[in-house]
């Protein structure tokens, strides 16, 4: 089944403990992408990537990193969790080589910074 | 990104067509338009995409006038299922950022 999986799904952690989102997809899509939603602000893209080894800024990047050494993978890092970064979480891939191609996402991790 | 603005929440009952308009006044020459819907506690999901006049999938059907300033979506029969959020979007296909506003919240009821 073609799709794209995130895990964790939940995930309660502390201030300042680093913390990984792993995001795979099974597509051999191009483009990646991550974003945040929270209530009122609809969904934030934090960081993008057009193909392996190649990622950039979105919207909101401050507090995270990724990379994207295959092509199927591309988690995202946060080095030192802050309770402003509690939040729910979207991977999405694309068919084509930007953003406005068609994009899956992911379920979603729904992160709390305690 | 061209700006759009689109109502906050609609309600409709059960086999009604349910339209919604979304509005992007500086809508750019190579821009397209895009929408998607967002069921609770899941991701977005792809809907439809166009860039003139009309475009029709199973799911729904896109209707862009003539200045383009404008689109409404067309949801029809409307069940119980398509209780969502409805985000419309404006942008250019060579474009790597994409952020999506708060959408419009359409509640069917029985």
């Known amino acids: 089944e073609a799709q794209v999986t995130q895990n964790p799904r939940y995930l309660i952690t502390v201030t300042g403990k680093k913390l990984t989102v792993t995001c795979s997809q099974n597509m051999n899509h191009e483009y990646m992408s991550w974003y945040r939603q929270d209530p009122g602000l609809g969904l934030r893209q934090i960081y993008y990537s057009m193909n392996v080894e190649v990622t950039d800024k979105g919207d909101v990047p401050e507090g995270y990193k990724v990379s994207r050494k295959e092509k199927r993978n591309f988690p995202l890092i946060l080095e030192s969790p802050s309770p402003n970064q509690t939040s729910l979480y979207f991977c999405a891939s694309s068919t084509g080589t930007s953003a406005w191609y068609e994009q899956f996402f992911g379920p979603g991790t729904r992160l709390t910074v305690l | 990104l061209a700006k759009t603005t689109q109502p906050i929440s609609m309600d409709s009952y059960e086999g009604q067509e349910v339209n919604i308009t979304c509005s992007h006044n500086n809508i750019a020459t190579n821009d397209y338009i895009t929408w998607y819907q967002q069921f609770p506690s899941q991701g977005p999901r792809f809907i439809i995409q166009?860039?003139?006049t009309k475009v029709t999938n199973e799911v729904a059907s896109l209707f862009i006038p003539a200045d383009r300033k404008s689109s409404t979506l067309s949801l029809p029969r409307v069940s119980l299922s398509d209780t969502a959020v409805y985000y419309c979007l404006v942008g250019v296909f060579n474009d790597y950022k994409l952020s999506f506003g708060a959408g419009t919240t359409v509640t069917v009821r029985a």
């Open positions: 166009g860039y003139k």
